[in-house]
């Protein structure tokens, strides 16, 4: 009863109403306990200072007439005021004329009025008389005790704490009954007439609403109740309508269902077809591409093959004596069948990268050195078209990168390829730079550009930006389609920006490392100081396409750049290109430190001159060479044109089993093999090969893969199988060149692999890298 009397909404309201009320009277009447506190002590002082202003008359005259028994009556007079406990005349030196006290009141509460109002208080007042105002007679001296006043303070203030109290509780049941008569039991009416509301009810039950309440707040709740229940009936008839409605359209739904059913099932069914065939169709994809496959690796062995046999016989013939013209025609068929090679490799790489077959390297390497060796090997391309060949490398560019040298050669070699042959004037700048952990390369042209539609073929195979370009320049198209496969396959992006007549710009962002390394450099910290010593003097017009690589690389290296012609001193920077004379008279005549002279077509100005010459387009490394050079300044020599392995030296004329069965490519192999000192001996297959083997002693073997009878692969695993060759070094030399072909021979026993066809510069690295080393003198020779 308890409880459920506290959950009423009168009683809630009435409890905080008076703790409100209470909190708020609390507040207030400590308000006015405080206000009383400082009148009663205001109060206290007015009384004691009226009683010595009373008493100091009297006493004045009796201190000036000395008589003590008017002094002790004064005093008994004052110590019949309540407060006061003890009260004295002292004379004017200090001596009690008179005195009388009395004990103070002792009482429990007597510890709060001493905290509130202290304990005592002492009084004093001068006598004198008004004829005499300068003569001292003493002073008037009360001592008061202040519990009577502060006894007074203690019982109003607890009459204002009660009677604040009692009107808070009365308040409290004056609103208890309020709220009980105006909001309770009205809201208990309602609560009444809605819990006989059902919706099973045959009548229709509705609130009323309470009497005087018409108007307010709950009159409008029982009104809004009562449309609820309205709704709630009309939606009710509603719900009735919709469950006949159900019934009737129950057996249609299920005829629907059943019929969807069944088409769902028709579906499944020609779906389940359509996945046999796509897995038939995949099938049949997969056993194309290991068919295009065996076809690449069969075509990429029987096109090699002759086409070794056809470079090797036209290199061995331009070596021979010939007349001009045959030499000329010679040499064009070399530089066809190498045009040739070039193709074919190009079409293996893109079915590698299809087939994603191609492996990637992530080795140590510069790209700043391979821009420039790219650079150099198309310059000479540029010049015979009449073009510059420019390269911006950023000097801040890091030394070296992890990644695939191989394939980030071949792609710049590419564009700049394809930008060399699509500008027929101005230049092709290629611009390096690095940020955000990503190599940006870019190669710039002022060639014939391409339109909108040819830029969205551009990347695909065997696609050219339109015919008229394939008709003009020639080419297969497949170039970019391979540049655009590496850079995916390096993660990277190749974006082209170009139009018609204006040139082409390609952009191609790949994700390198920075590879951090010790190396030693040959810019070194002295020469550089004293390069900033001396500075360099430009006589290079601002036209010119490759001052502005040269002008920043001199001033990354912080070395001071003047104008030669303002002033005439430190090293002269010229640019010649051909017969110059006037420029090199200028070069004659110069004052300063030393002279370099740079040009595209240095090799002609070399006949002419004695001061260092530097090959533009610019190399770093070059270029600070030759700023030593001039400038006499000795350095060591250039990590960055060191070979990874040490040079190799000319090796003893060697002994070499050659196991090929094609008539002409015995012939190449022999005549290269001779023409580099050494003795041959030929077998057709792998067991005249190993007879071979067992009648004679050789150096090093050049072991062909495919042959009759018995092929390459057997034939070293038999080699190898006997102890006696263990220490015999097998070359393969084979047409295959798919992935898997090297490890295929490694795994067989052969130590290296060269692929067909070859030059007689790299069987003679491949020779040299594996050649034994010569047997020890015998103790009886001298």
Known sequence: ?????????????????????????????????????????????????????????????????????????????????????????????????????????????????????????????????????????????????????????????????????????????????????????????????????????????????????????????????????????????????????????????????????????????????????????????????????????????????????????????????????????????????????NLLNDILDISKVEAGKLDLENIPFSLRHLIEECATLHAQQARRKGIDLVTEVDPDLPEQFLGDPTRTRQILNNLISNAIKFTDKGLVRVKASYSAGSFRLEVIDTGIGMSKQGLHRIFSAFSQADSDTTRRYGGTGLGLTLCRQLVERMHGQILVDSSEGTGTHFTVTLPFPIHETEEASILSDNAMEALRDIGVALAIPTSYPHRPALESQLRAWHIPVRGASRHPEGILLIAIDGDDAESLAYADNWSGTGVVIAGTQINQVSRHTRYPLLSLPMRRDELFQRLCQAAGIEIGESPGHQADTPPLQPVRPLSILLVEDNEVNQMVATSLLKKLGHRVDQAENGERALDALESHRYDLVLMDCQMPVMDGYETTRRIRQNPAYDGLPIIAVTANVMQGDRESCIAAGMNDYITKPYNREQLRAMIERWAPNPPPASPEQP
């Open 1 to 341: 009863m308890s409880n459920w009397f506290r959950k009423r909404l009168s009683y809630r309201l009435t409890r905080d109403t008076v703790l409100v009320a209470m909190a708020v009277g609390l507040v207030l009447n400590l308000i006015q306990i405080t206000l009383d506190y400082f009148s009663a002590r205001e109060s206290m002082e007015s009384e004691v200072h009226a009683l010595m202003e009373i008493s100091q008359s009297p006493a004045s005259q009796i201190a000036y007439n000395i008589d003590v028994r008017l002094a002790e009556e004064l005093l008994d007079g004052l110590l019949r005021h309540p407060a006061t406990i003890d009260a004295r005349i002292i004379d004017s030196e200090g001596l009690t004329m008179a005195a009388a006290s009395q004990s103070s009141l002792s009482s429990p509460y007597r510890w709060l009025s001493d905290l509130l109002f202290g304990e005592s208080l002492t009084f004093s007042s001068e006598l004198h008389v008004k004829q005499l105002q300068d003569l001292p007679l003493g002073r008037l001296v009360v001592t008061i005790d202040t519990y009577h006043y502060g006894l007074q303070f203690l019982e109003r203030s607890l009459y204002t704490l009660v009677s604040g109290l009692l009107k808070s509780l009365a308040l409290s049941a004056a609103l208890l009954a309020i709220f009980y008569v105006v909001l309770t039991r009205p809201m208990l009416n309602v609560i009444g007439a809605l819990s006989r509301v059902t919706a099973n009810s045959p009548e229709k039950i509705r609130p009323p609403v309470p009497a005087g309440h018409g108007e307010d707040e709950i009159g409008t709740m029982v009104g809004i109740i009562n449309q609820h229940l309205e709704a709630i009936d009309s939606s009710l008839v509603q719900l009735r309508s919709a469950e006949s409605a159900m019934k009737n359209y129950s057996s249609q739904l299920e005829q629907e269902v059943a019929d969807r059913t069944r088409e769902i099932s028709e579906k499944n069914s020609a779906l389940q077809r359509g996945n046999n065939a796509l897995v038939r169709a995949k099938e049949d994809a997969v056993r194309r591409a290991k068919g295009r496959a065996n076809f690449l690796a069969s075509m990429s062995h029987e096109i090699r093959t002759p086409l070794n046999g056809l470079l090797g016989m036209l290199g061995l013939a331009v070596e021979g004596e010939l007349d001009p013209v045959q030499r000329n025609r010679i040499e064009i068929a070399l530089n066809a069948g190498e045009s040739l090679m």
